[in-house]
């Protein structure tokens, strides 16, 4: 009887160790995001139509397409516009697709018996030509999940902002490239 008493307080241990480091590693992730905006904004000394390429070569390389992008001159004479991506799928499948949505979206929505069977990002981009010349840039993803189980149906939800910040540090990176030539 001891022994089982005494397994049944390491089984006891474990699980509560377990909670434990889920709820501490939720409390970092929540830290995290408090560091990362829900909008990415900069503004660059580019002329529109580099900046513009620049977005859409930038989705191409993150795996994903291009579905709407239109710029539009306006009153003033400068250009705007939006650029956004298709749905880019990042993964599919029972095994695989929860770790996803608990790493990227700031909380997975709870569906009591559910079952995801896939992720997916949308980015859009609104860039703005200043009567400066310069070029003001803002990027803001949505993350979505399927659930097959329950509804059936693809449920949208906060990104964390860390597919958004490495996409918009791309984006960067390659204007910065663009100028140095």
Known sequence: MRKVAQALVMLLAGVLMTYDADAQS?????????????????TFQKSFPTVWNIIKEAIVESDCQVEAAKPVTTDAGTFKGKIQSTFCVLVRGEDSTLPVLERYSERVPYIRAGVWTAV????????????????KVKLKGEISGYETYVTSKFHYFDSNGMLEEQLFELVKKKVAAAEDE
Do not use: A, L, S
Request: glycine share 4%; hydrophobic share 25%; net charge negative.
């Open 120 to 135: 997916r990002m949308q980015y859009t981009f609104y860039v703005v030509e200043n009567e400066d010349g310069d070029v």
């Open 26 to 42: 939720r409390r970092e992730r929540f830290e995290k995001k408090k560091e990362r905006p829900d909008v990415f904004e900069t």
